[in-house]
Protein backbone atom coordinates (compact mmCIF):
# COMPACT_ATOMS: atom_id res chain seq x y z
CA UNK A 1 0.00 0.00 0.00
CA UNK A 2 1.16 3.47 -0.85
CA UNK A 3 2.59 5.75 2.30
CA UNK A 4 4.16 9.16 2.83
CA UNK A 5 7.67 8.62 4.05
CA UNK A 6 9.66 10.91 6.47
CA UNK A 7 13.20 11.00 7.18
CA UNK A 8 15.09 11.56 9.79
CA UNK A 9 12.17 9.95 12.25
CA UNK A 10 14.52 11.91 15.42
CA UNK A 11 16.39 14.68 14.82
CA UNK A 12 17.90 16.88 17.52
CA UNK A 13 19.63 20.42 17.01
CA UNK A 14 21.14 23.24 18.92
CA UNK A 15 19.31 26.52 19.10
CA UNK A 16 19.52 28.49 16.58
CA UNK A 17 20.81 26.03 13.66
CA UNK A 18 19.15 25.33 10.88
CA UNK A 19 16.90 21.83 10.01
CA UNK A 20 15.30 20.50 7.02
CA UNK A 21 12.48 17.50 7.01
CA UNK A 22 12.10 15.43 4.35
CA UNK A 23 8.61 13.89 3.14
CA UNK A 24 8.43 11.60 0.13
CA UNK A 25 4.48 11.82 -0.67
CA UNK A 26 2.25 9.31 -2.09
CA UNK A 27 3.75 9.02 -6.17
CA UNK A 28 0.30 10.14 -7.90
CA UNK A 29 -0.69 12.62 -5.25
CA UNK A 30 -0.53 16.38 -6.28
CA UNK A 31 -1.60 18.51 -2.85
CA UNK A 32 1.09 18.21 0.00
CA UNK A 33 1.26 19.51 3.41
CA UNK A 34 3.29 19.86 6.78
CA UNK A 35 1.05 19.61 9.79
CA UNK A 36 3.17 19.96 13.68
CA UNK A 37 1.93 18.58 17.05
CA UNK A 38 3.66 19.78 20.08
CA UNK A 39 3.90 17.56 22.59
CA UNK A 40 0.05 16.81 24.58
CA UNK A 41 -1.40 19.49 21.99
CA UNK A 42 -3.42 19.26 18.64
CA UNK A 43 -2.21 18.72 15.51
CA UNK A 44 -1.91 22.14 13.46
CA UNK A 45 -1.97 23.03 10.11
CA UNK A 46 1.44 24.81 8.86
CA UNK A 47 1.40 25.37 5.01
CA UNK A 48 -0.35 23.50 1.69
CA UNK A 49 1.64 23.06 -1.57
CA UNK A 50 0.03 22.64 -4.69
CA UNK A 51 1.45 23.24 -8.67
CA UNK A 52 4.83 23.83 -6.92
CA UNK A 53 3.69 26.62 -5.30
CA UNK A 54 2.11 27.27 -1.31
CA UNK A 55 -1.45 27.47 -1.59
CA UNK A 56 -2.07 28.46 1.84
CA UNK A 57 0.01 28.93 5.26
CA UNK A 58 -1.08 29.37 8.94
CA UNK A 59 0.48 32.31 11.34
CA UNK A 60 3.06 29.80 12.40
CA UNK A 61 4.36 29.48 9.02
CA UNK A 62 6.44 32.42 9.21
CA UNK A 63 9.85 33.89 7.98
CA UNK A 64 11.31 30.96 9.85
CA UNK A 65 9.34 28.15 8.08
CA UNK A 66 10.42 27.15 4.29
CA UNK A 67 8.93 24.46 1.75
CA UNK A 68 10.33 23.03 -1.03
CA UNK A 69 9.44 20.58 -3.74
CA UNK A 70 13.36 20.02 -5.29
CA UNK A 71 12.44 17.36 -7.98
CA UNK A 72 9.62 14.73 -8.37
CA UNK A 73 9.20 13.01 -5.51
CA UNK A 74 10.88 15.08 -2.15
CA UNK A 75 9.22 17.64 -0.59
CA UNK A 76 10.87 19.37 2.43
CA UNK A 77 10.27 22.13 5.08
CA UNK A 78 13.60 24.11 6.42
CA UNK A 79 13.44 25.69 9.62
CA UNK A 80 15.87 28.55 9.72
CA UNK A 81 17.23 29.44 13.24
CA UNK A 82 15.33 26.93 15.28
CA UNK A 83 13.73 28.10 18.90
CA UNK A 84 12.80 25.69 21.14
CA UNK A 85 9.63 25.75 20.90
CA UNK A 86 9.95 24.27 17.55
CA UNK A 87 10.46 21.24 19.24
CA UNK A 88 7.22 18.88 17.77
CA UNK A 89 6.59 16.60 15.79
CA UNK A 90 6.35 17.54 11.91
CA UNK A 91 4.25 15.32 10.17
CA UNK A 92 3.97 15.52 6.09
CA UNK A 93 0.85 14.85 4.20
CA UNK A 94 0.12 14.31 0.97
CA UNK A 95 -3.59 14.57 -0.92
CA UNK A 96 -4.85 13.06 -4.36
CA UNK A 97 -7.65 16.05 -4.35
CA UNK A 98 -6.99 18.08 -1.59
CA UNK A 99 -9.26 16.32 0.92
CA UNK A 100 -8.46 13.17 1.54
CA UNK A 101 -4.90 13.70 3.28
CA UNK A 102 -2.88 10.58 4.78
CA UNK A 103 -0.01 11.52 6.68
CA UNK A 104 3.40 10.17 7.50
CA UNK A 105 5.11 8.52 10.28
CA UNK A 106 6.79 12.36 10.99
CA UNK A 107 10.00 13.30 12.45
CA UNK A 108 10.27 13.86 16.08
CA UNK A 109 12.56 17.45 16.18
CA UNK A 110 13.77 18.22 19.40
CA UNK A 111 15.59 21.77 19.66
CA UNK A 112 18.43 21.78 22.76
CA UNK B 1 -15.05 29.27 21.02
CA UNK B 2 -12.67 26.74 19.80
CA UNK B 3 -13.66 25.60 16.21
CA UNK B 4 -13.26 21.99 16.87
CA UNK B 5 -13.95 20.26 20.45
CA UNK B 6 -13.36 16.90 21.30
CA UNK B 7 -13.92 15.06 24.61
CA UNK B 8 -10.09 13.98 25.57
CA UNK B 9 -11.34 11.09 27.31
CA UNK B 10 -9.60 8.90 28.56
CA UNK B 11 -12.43 6.74 27.81
CA UNK B 12 -11.76 2.94 29.15
CA UNK B 13 -14.16 -0.11 27.40
CA UNK B 14 -14.30 -3.74 27.99
CA UNK B 15 -13.54 -5.87 24.70
CA UNK B 16 -17.05 -6.30 22.61
CA UNK B 17 -18.12 -3.05 23.66
CA UNK B 18 -19.83 -0.32 21.10
CA UNK B 19 -17.56 2.97 21.44
CA UNK B 20 -19.35 6.33 20.59
CA UNK B 21 -16.53 9.23 20.02
CA UNK B 22 -18.14 12.75 19.07
CA UNK B 23 -16.73 16.17 17.84
CA UNK B 24 -18.74 19.18 17.92
CA UNK B 25 -17.72 22.31 15.62
CA UNK B 26 -18.45 26.01 15.16
CA UNK B 27 -17.89 26.73 12.41
CA UNK B 28 -20.75 26.33 9.46
CA UNK B 29 -18.10 26.30 6.18
CA UNK B 30 -16.50 22.51 7.07
CA UNK B 31 -17.83 20.21 4.26
CA UNK B 32 -15.76 17.40 4.75
CA UNK B 33 -15.27 15.61 7.59
CA UNK B 34 -12.71 12.64 8.85
CA UNK B 35 -11.74 10.26 11.74
CA UNK B 36 -8.46 9.34 11.90
CA UNK B 37 -6.41 7.13 14.09
CA UNK B 38 -3.37 7.70 15.80
CA UNK B 39 -1.17 5.20 17.89
CA UNK B 40 1.60 7.16 20.13
CA UNK B 41 4.45 8.91 18.59
CA UNK B 42 2.98 7.98 15.04
CA UNK B 43 1.16 9.65 12.34
CA UNK B 44 -2.25 10.30 11.96
CA UNK B 45 -4.00 7.27 9.71
CA UNK B 46 -7.22 8.14 8.38
CA UNK B 47 -10.23 6.09 9.34
CA UNK B 48 -12.94 7.64 7.90
CA UNK B 49 -13.97 10.32 5.44
CA UNK B 50 -17.32 12.03 4.64
CA UNK B 51 -18.69 14.73 2.64
CA UNK B 52 -22.17 16.67 3.84
CA UNK B 53 -24.47 14.91 7.13
CA UNK B 54 -25.39 11.23 6.99
CA UNK B 55 -23.88 8.26 7.81
CA UNK B 56 -20.97 5.96 6.27
CA UNK B 57 -20.13 2.28 7.21
CA UNK B 58 -16.83 0.95 6.64
CA UNK B 59 -16.87 -2.72 8.54
CA UNK B 60 -16.56 -2.29 12.33
CA UNK B 61 -17.06 1.79 11.65
CA UNK B 62 -19.40 3.77 11.49
CA UNK B 63 -19.61 7.84 10.94
CA UNK B 64 -22.29 9.95 10.83
CA UNK B 65 -22.56 13.46 10.43
CA UNK B 66 -25.28 16.27 11.63
CA UNK B 67 -24.18 19.30 10.32
CA UNK B 68 -27.83 21.28 11.60
CA UNK B 69 -26.41 20.60 14.83
CA UNK B 70 -22.76 20.86 13.70
CA UNK B 71 -21.77 16.95 15.50
CA UNK B 72 -19.91 14.13 14.16
CA UNK B 73 -19.95 10.97 15.59
CA UNK B 74 -17.78 7.58 15.10
CA UNK B 75 -19.36 4.42 16.16
CA UNK B 76 -17.02 1.12 16.54
CA UNK B 77 -18.80 -2.29 16.69
CA UNK B 78 -17.58 -5.50 18.58
CA UNK B 79 -14.46 -3.35 19.65
CA UNK B 80 -11.12 -5.04 20.25
CA UNK B 81 -7.42 -4.36 22.35
CA UNK B 82 -6.40 -3.11 19.11
CA UNK B 83 -8.42 0.21 18.69
CA UNK B 84 -6.89 1.38 21.74
CA UNK B 85 -5.30 4.54 20.11
CA UNK B 86 -6.25 8.21 20.42
CA UNK B 87 -9.45 8.95 17.95
CA UNK B 88 -8.79 12.43 16.12
CA UNK B 89 -11.78 14.07 14.49
CA UNK B 90 -10.85 17.05 11.58
CA UNK B 91 -12.51 18.92 9.46
CA UNK B 92 -12.23 21.02 6.42
CA UNK B 93 -14.15 23.98 5.26
CA UNK B 94 -13.06 26.61 2.46
CA UNK B 95 -9.94 27.04 3.56
CA UNK B 96 -8.45 24.05 2.17
CA UNK B 97 -6.80 22.76 5.29
CA UNK B 98 -7.41 20.02 8.06
CA UNK B 99 -8.41 21.34 11.64
CA UNK B 100 -8.23 18.56 14.20
CA UNK B 101 -9.97 18.22 17.44
CA UNK B 102 -7.91 17.74 20.20
CA UNK B 103 -8.02 13.43 20.04
CA UNK B 104 -10.00 11.20 22.42
CA UNK B 105 -7.83 8.65 24.10
CA UNK B 106 -9.54 5.65 23.77
CA UNK B 107 -8.50 1.86 25.72
CA UNK B 108 -10.26 -1.50 25.06
CA UNK B 109 -9.54 -3.84 27.82
CA UNK B 110 -9.77 -7.89 27.01
Known amino acids: EPEVTQTPSHQVTQMGQEVILRCVPI?????FYWYRQILGQKVEFLVS????????KSEIFDDQFSVERPDGSNFTLKIRSTKLEDSAMYFC??????????FGQGTRLTVV | QKEVEQDPGPLSVPEGAIVSLNCTYSNSAFQYFMWYRQYSRKGPELLMY????GNKEDGRFTAQVDKSSKYISLFIRDSQPSDSATYLCAMIGSARQLTFGSGTQLTVLP
Open chain 1, 49 to 56: FYNNEISE
Open chain 2, 50 to 53: TYSS
Open chain 1, 93 to 102: ASSRDDTEAF
Open chain 1, 27 to 31: SNHLY
